[in-house]
């Protein structure tokens, strides 16, 4: 077994959800495969008195589906310690310090630091430039810095969150966590794409009709009522995961995969998008709903969850109409649809292609499937000769999805991410211009709508959205392919 990356990390939010729910066990799957050698420590910050035991403890019950043994869990473990810190407060970043370089001294770290933000935006700012004026980066190994979504409500927040950042860390050492990107169907659009000649011949607007992307949730905003009535499904899921697939989707081939090519060839996505019309009429190419009582009138709807302005206009639902304004793509739709309490949790793509050119067959579109999440795998949809006289068409349905075990045996996404940054590669990560460029797309179309003050169609939980969604295909002559 290798000796590991050495690393302290230094976890801002570590009682919080995400560091107990993804960031421990993702750790400990490092440590077990042996990412992680000995020479690692962790540092968890919040604001609750914990003792360094106590912390412990609640890292093994993180961790307790994944362990081997007590023993190793144990050892594991160890290697946590607590301090508790008000963010705001500089004379914590003193003892942290201190901490920190004893840790350092003590597991033999060599300087490696990764500071991971798992706490409110609001904080990053105070966070970044206490760490550098008091000394909290070290001179002799890397310093990265991993931040958490939401990067900023709109693109002038986020450049002033970015500023702020910057003053204290550069671009390189910035990983911006963008979960969808460490997700492995995600990463495998790209293998897809390009190292299959079927596929990459006819991956252009002479084949393919339309594209359409599906991040449907089953769930509500359960406790985050308060964040998310200020949010919306626009600003939580399309400028981030949502912008990041379809540049995946429709990038050109970067000249290796690298970095630095990957980042480019995306950017040249994003800036190609063109502006959304958004408008109350049908000619909109966006359109929004909120959940509503269930059918059945078992599930509440969103203006009655905790926390939610009861005469909200927030949208738990966006679907839309993706153009990219460039000669290959201009003729070829991205429909794209998102929401809350939808009829199924679901990730997926459908890329759907022409029709054959001979006008020989009454044919079906063949329609390429790739299943992000729960299913992970890829199904294609193609006509094929019905067994008998004749020559009448049936569908056929080629499928490679992967099996639950294999799927659950695979690397989560926060697993994959944080081994990214330990080896300091940043592919998987979105690069400030991809965020600035996917604000000010997704900018254009909240200003819309918040000057549609009146009112927001609804649609009932647990159904797969508005009327307007399905009203935004048929205007093309298109259907979404997946209907929970
Ligand atoms: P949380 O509310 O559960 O935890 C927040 C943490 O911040 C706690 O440890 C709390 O003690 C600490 N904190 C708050 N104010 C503090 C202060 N003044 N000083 C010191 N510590 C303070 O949040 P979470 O769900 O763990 O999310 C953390 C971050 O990750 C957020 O930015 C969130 O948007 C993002 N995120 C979370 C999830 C998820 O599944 N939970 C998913 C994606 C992104």
């Known amino acids: 077994m290798s000796q590991g990356t050495k690393a302290l990390f230094i976890i801002f939010g570590a009682t919080g959800d995400l560091a107990h729910r993804k960031l421990y066990p993702a750790i400990y799957k490092l440590y077990k495969k042996g990412f992680l050698g000995e020479s690692f420590a962790v540092i968890g910050t919040a604001r609750r008195e914990w003792s360094d035991d106590y912390y412990q403890d609640v890292v093994m019950d993180s961790i307790s589906d994944l362990t081997e043994s007590e023993d190793h869990a144990r050892t594991f473990a160890s290697h946590f310690r607590y301090q508790s810190h008000n963010v705001n407060d500089t004379k914590h970043y003193h003892t942290l310090k201190d901490l920190a370089d004893k840790l350092d001294e003590e597991y033999d770290i060599d300087g490696n630091r990764i500071f991971y933000l798992s706490m409110s935006p609001s904080f990053f700012g105070t966070i970044t430039s206490h760490l550098k004026e008091q000394n909290l980066v070290t001179e002799n190994g890397f310093n990265r810095v991993i931040i958490e979504k939401p990067f900023g409500s709109d693109f002038n ?38 190292s299959n000649r079927l596929i990459e011949n006819s991956w252009n607007k002479a084949s393919i009709s339309n594209i359409q992307i599906t991040l449907s949730e089953d769930l509500g905003v359960e406790e985050r009522g308060e964040y998310y009535d200020k949010s919306g499904a626009l600003r939580d899921m399309v400028q981030n995961h949502v912008l990041q697939m379809v540049s995946l989707l429709t990038m050109n081939s970067p000249k290796a995969f690298t970095t630095e090519e990957v980042r480019k060839e995306k950017m040249a996505i994003l800036n190609a998008l063109k502006d959304p019309v958004v408008t109350q009429d049908e000619d909109t190419e966006f359109v929004r709903g909120q959940y509503d009582t269930s059918i059945d009138g078992e599930t509440k709807g969103y203006r009655d969850e905790d926390k939610v302005d009861p005469e909200s206009l927030t949208e738990t639902f966006v679907a839309g109409k993706i153009i990219i304004d460039t000669d290959k793509w201009r003729d070829t739709p991205i429909y794209i649809r998102t929401g809350k309490r939808l009829a199924e949790k679901t990730s997926r793509v459908d890329v759907v292609f022409k029709p054959s050119q001979t006008a020989l067959f009454d044919d079906k579109p063949t329609v390429l499937s790739i299943l992000v999440s729960p299913n992970e795998g890829f199904k294609l949809l193609l006509n094929n000769k019905k067994i008998g006289p004749g020559m009448e068409l049936e569908s056929v349905r080629l499928s490679a999805v992967r099996s639950e075990e294999t799927v659950e045996e695979s690397p ?67 259907n979404w392919i997946y209907k929970a």
């Open 157 to 194: 927040s986020s450049k002033e969150l970015n500023d702020e950042i910057n003053a204290s860390f550069d671009e390189d050492q910035l990983y911006r966590i963008d979960h969808y990107l460490g997700k492995e169907m995600v990463q495998n659009i790209l293998a897809l794409r390009f």
């Open 412 to 478: 989560e996404a926060y697993e994959k991410l944080i081994l990214d940054v330990l080896n300091g590669d940043e592919t998987h990560f979105a690069h400030w211009q991809e965020v600035a460029t996917s604000w000010k797309y997704v900018d254009q179309i909240r200003k819309k709508w918040d000057s549609f003050t009146d009112s927001i169609p609804f649609y009932p939980a647990l159904t797969m959205g508005p009327d307007e969604a399905d009203t935004l295909l048929q205007n093309d002559g298109n």
